[in-house]
């Protein structure tokens, strides 16, 4: 990871959340941060050569300005040396997270309320933005227990080295625990020892991490709705497979963006980014 980690700004208070959490990782990984904040405005009501942010003179200038400028001095506070940009642009946010994503470290962004109807959460976008992106995707949400553990999920032991590594790195900066819930049975046998593999690899790695691994009696995807209530991450991957349907996110993960109650990350198999970017 190497370019900065993209941040989609709409000055709401999700955004305000994922501002800072995107600093902080910013800071750990060593790159900048570039808040990105995306106006729609049908074509048909932007006069010509009149700025995109003000058609019609709707004042939306001040609300932008103030959005990004907020935005950029909470970053500061969270990390001081960070290098930080941003921009305006005209467009649907998914589709300009996504063209922009190219090349970012990580793109984070902010999730919906629940629904009054009780239904939900309205984890479209967060689902589009993580099939479509071209990096991986952090979607701050919930109340997070600050004193939980991060959760890494291994959907049939699809967890990648690129979502395991994550989830201990941030058990690791974060200074708590690492569960592991894979779903695998004793049927599953090569599975789980490449993916028992992987993990004792990353212990030594992070020997600062306990990891626990629970056993899941039931499906995966229950039992990471449930361990999110008292987590403070959600570590999902994507499978590094070839067709149209290999860069959207599991079930798991799928479930994970909708349901969960403290943020999620679904991490793409580097792979996969390169498969992408031909």
Same mark, same amino acid.
């Given at each position: 990871?190497?370019?900065?980690?993209?941040?989609?700004?709409?000055?709401?208070?999700?955004?305000?959340?994922?501002?800072?959490?995107?600093?902080? !990782?910013?800071?750990? !990984? #060593?790159?900048? /941060?570039?808040?990105?904040?995306?106006?729609?405005?049908?074509?048909?009501?932007?006069? +010509? &050569?009149?700025?995109?942010?003000?058609?019609? &003179?709707?004042?939306?200038? #001040?609300? $932008?300005?103030?959005? !990004?400028?907020?935005?950029?001095?909470?970053?500061?506070?969270?990390?001081?040396?960070?290098?930080?940009?941003?921009?305006?642009?005209?467009?649907?946010?998914?589709?300009?997270?996504?063209?922009?994503? *190219?090349?970012?470290?990580?793109?984070?962004?902010?999730?919906?309320?629940?629904?009054?109807?009780?239904?939900?959460?309205?984890?479209?976008?967060?689902?589009?933005?993580?099939?479509?992106?071209?990096?991986?995707?952090?979607?701050?949400?919930?109340?997070?227990?600050?004193?939980?553990?991060?959760?890494?999920?291994? %959907?049939?032991?699809?967890?990648?080295? %690129?979502?395991?590594?994550?989830?201990?790195?941030?058990?690791?900066?974060?200074?708590?625990?690492?569960?592991? !819930?894979? #779903?695998?049975?004793?049927?599953?046998? *090569?599975?789980?020892?490449?993916?028992?593999?992987?993990?004792?690899?990353?212990?030594?790695?992070?020997?600062?991490?306990?990891?626990?691994?629970?056993?899941?009696?039931?499906?995966?995807?229950?039992?990471? /709705?449930?361990?999110?209530?008292?987590?403070?991450?959600?570590? $999902?991957?994507?499978?590094?497979?070839?067709?149209?349907?290999?860069?959207? +996110?599991?079930?798991?993960?799928?479930?994970?963006?909708?349901?969960?109650?403290?943020?999620?990350?679904? /991490? *793409?198999?580097? %792979?996969?980014?390169?498969?992408?970017?031909?």
């Amino acid at each position: 990871m190497s370019g900065p980690v993209l941040v989609g700004v709409d000055g709401s208070v999700t955004s305000v959340a994922a501002v800072e959490t995107a600093a902080r !990782l910013a800071d750990r !990984l #060593g790159v900048g /941060i570039r808040l990105t904040q995306a106006c729609e405005w049908p074509a048909a009501h932007v006069p +010509p &050569g009149a700025p995109p942010w003000n058609a019609g &003179g709707s004042g939306t200038h #001040g609300l $932008v300005k103030g959005a !990004l400028t907020e935005a950029e001095r909470l970053a500061r506070c969270t990390a001081p040396w960070l290098r930080v940009t941003h921009q305006v642009l005209v467009g649907d946010p998914v589709t300009v997270l996504e063209s922009e994503s *190219r090349g970012a470290s990580l793109t984070v962004v902010g999730s919906r309320p629940t629904s009054r109807s009780g239904g939900e959460r309205r984890g479209s976008v967060a689902v589009r933005l993580a099939a479509r992106g071209r990096c991986s995707v952090l979607v701050v949400r919930g109340g997070p227990d600050r004193t939980g553990p991060v959760v890494l999920t291994g %959907e049939h032991g699809h967890a990648g080295r %690129e979502a395991a590594e994550f989830a201990f790195a941030e058990a690791s900066a974060r200074g708590t625990d690492l569960v592991v !819930l894979d #779903g695998l049975g004793m049927h599953d046998r *090569r599975r789980r020892n490449t993916f028992d593999d992987r993990l004792s690899v990353l212990r030594e790695k992070y020997p600062d991490v306990d990891v626990r691994r629970p056993r899941v009696p039931g499906r995966t995807r229950r039992a990471v /709705i449930e361990a999110s209530t008292h987590a403070q991450l959600v570590v $999902v991957g994507t499978p590094g497979r070839r067709g149209a349907a290999a860069s959207l +996110p599991t079930r798991v993960g799928r479930t994970a963006l909708r349901h969960a109650d403290c943020s999620v990350a679904v /991490i *793409r198999a580097e %792979e996969e980014n390169r498969r992408r970017d031909r």
